[in-house]
């Protein structure tokens, strides 16, 4: 090796060190989100409304782990779970496709179709994770809010949590 390749080398060398080392004390690359907390089991949640306003009537805690999002499952209607700050635990897609929430349909009578129910008025379970951290529930559609639910009373509603 030549004594020019070696300086160039390691001058090279010298440039990567100091592109790569933190300045300032910083301590590597910025941290990303913190990680929500575990979830405390999960809760079946019996949901109610209509396109328009949505609530949580009924809450039931299981201890068994939060089996997640159903495979494929993509909505626009979802349940965002937040804490005190604001900050987002959890954000579950709502499969509300069996239900006519069209805005035409609001406040039609039920229809029955053969075997098919065509219903403006939505009733259904709905499992979710359990955060002892959880503020609020908040079903949106799209980016709308379209209900919120407060944790604590999740929680009365669930028999304090049990």
């Known amino acids: ?63 068994d782990p939060w089996s997640g999002v159903r495979k494929g499952l993509t909505s626009d209607w979802r349940l965002s779970i937040r ?30 179709e053969g075997c098919i129910v065509h219903d403006t008025e939505v009733v259904m379970l709905a499992n979710v994770p359990c955060f002892a951290a959880a503020a609020s529930y908040v079903f949106l559609r799209g980016a709308d809010p379209v209900g919120t639910v407060d944790g604590a009373a999740v929680r009365a509603l669930a028999g304090g949590g049990r």
């Not at 990567?16 to 913190?34: K, M, Q």
Request: glycine share 10%; hydrophobic share 40%; aromatic share 4%.
């Open 1 to 63: 090796m030549h004594i020019s390749s070696a300086i160039g080398a390691s001058a090279l060398l010298a440039g990567l060190v100091l592109t790569f080392t933190p300045r300032d004390g910083a301590a590597g690359p910025p941290a990303g989100p913190a990680e929500p907390p575990a979830a405390a089991g999960h809760y079946a949640l019996v949901v109610q409304g209509d396109r328009d306003q949505l609530t949580i009537t009924h809450a039931s805690h299981k201890p």
């Open 83 to 112: 804490d005190g700050a604001g900050a987002e635990l959890a954000n579950v897609p709502l499969d509300l496709s069996k239900f006519d929430l069209s805005p035409a349909a609001k406040g039609r009578p039920r229809r029955v």
